[in-house]
């Protein structure tokens, strides 16, 4: 009797050691996935309700993502991870990614994924200002880079840090071109932040949305999906301008990461945002998908007209990819 209990309780064991391991293959680890960012949070809970898969937020930024790949190469902890698409590149250099074509890859244009598959685009956004106007009291809406070095501007400027976010990164060279720079060529974007750092800016590392909302920062280098999130979805007193000198589109990649723990997962969630729910999705939370036809009508009456958006000019990622040292650099010498 004692020899038959034992035997089942190991058979119990056993059987329960199954379905703790099958629950626990239902999750993919994904870097730069912040809630708060872009709508991922109802891609979360989407991905969650369609596929089963949990995937815990994460606050990381582009930098902070490959930073943690890398330290983490010999024992992944990610399955996935999105990240600017300055940083593409270098992440599939750094051999933290592995070639995997999600369903819909033969849709995305050449020069938005690598043709290997190590990272492909999933959707962009237009680099302006996220302005909150009732911060900004009397004072008026900046149209224009320049207008940002105002004295009257002191303190209520704020861009991310161009040493880790990509978004800062962007931001250095949307101001450089828009200011007559080019890649290889910084001077004009140096300049730009040495002067602005006379009027005290505010240069948070994490996404600052909540800030802005909440009027702590009243002017953000940003883009425009935040901005439109905050006027139609939040109904905050916020709108979103496309600088009068110009600016970037810059797209937003995902890839495979390379011996992740949960690889079955992590392509169910690859081809997940290429899907034509997600992709609508992503259009509803004011982004541009990737594949243009999903963005609605209703959703893009809420955006600027075409006629600001010719001002935004797309990111040669490799040349800004190629200038992402320099940038950092000379940030960190010259204004930091």
């Known amino acids: 009797m004692l020899k038959h209990l034992a035997i089942a309780a190991a058979l119990g064991i056993v059987a329960l050691g199954n379905i703790t391991g099958a629950a626990a293959q239902q999750r993919a680890i994904c870097y730069n996935c912040p809630p708060e960012w872009a709508d991922w949070g109802s891609q979360l809970k989407a991905i969650q309700a369609r596929l089963g898969i949990q995937v815990p937020p994460d606050n990381k930024n582009s930098g902070q993502a490959i930073a943690a790949l890398i330290a983490e190469k010999g024992s992944p902890v990610a399955d996935v991870t999105y990240l600017g698409g300055i940083a593409a590149d270098p992440a599939k250099d750094a051999g933290v990614l ?56 002191k303190g209520l400027v704020g861009y991310l840090d161009p ?101 079955d997962n992590g392509k169910k ?35 600027l007209p075409d006629a600001e958006y010719a001002r935004a000019k797309p990111v040669d990622l490799k040349s800004l990819a190629k200038a992402q040292p320099q940038i950092v650099e000379r940030y960190r010498k010259e204004v930091n």
């Open 98 to 153: 592995t070639p995997y074509k999600p369903k819909n890859w033969e849709k995305i244009p050449a020069d938005l994924k690598d043709p290997d598959g190590n990272w492909f685009t999933i959707h962009s956004g237009t680099l302006g200002l996220f302005v909150n106007k009732a911060a900004l009291g009397n004072k008026p809406v900046p149209q224009s880079w320049a207008d940002l070095l105002k004295p009257e501007y």
């Open 163 to 263: 040493t880790s976010a990509a978004v800062g990164q962007l931001g250095v060279m949307a101001i450089n071109l828009a200011l007559g720079g080019t890649y290889e060529n910084l001077d004009p974007a140096i300049k730009f932040f040495k002067e602005l750092a006379k009027n005290q800016p505010i240069v948070p590392k994490q996404t600052s949305y909540a800030r802005v909302i909440s009027g702590e920062i009243p002017i953000l280098l940003d883009y425009d999906f935040n901005a439109y999130r905050g006027q139609y979805t939040d109904k905050a007193p916020v709108q979103f301008v496309i600088p009068k000198e110009g600016t970037l589109v810059f797209p937003y990649v995902m890839g495979l990461v390379n011996k992740g723990p949960n690889p």
């Open 269 to 303: 969630v690859l081809d997940f945002v290429l899907s034509d729910e997600s992709q609508a999705m992503w259009g509803n939370a004011y982004l541009r998908p990737v594949f243009a036809d999903r963005l609605s009508a209703e959703a893009k009456a809420k955006f």
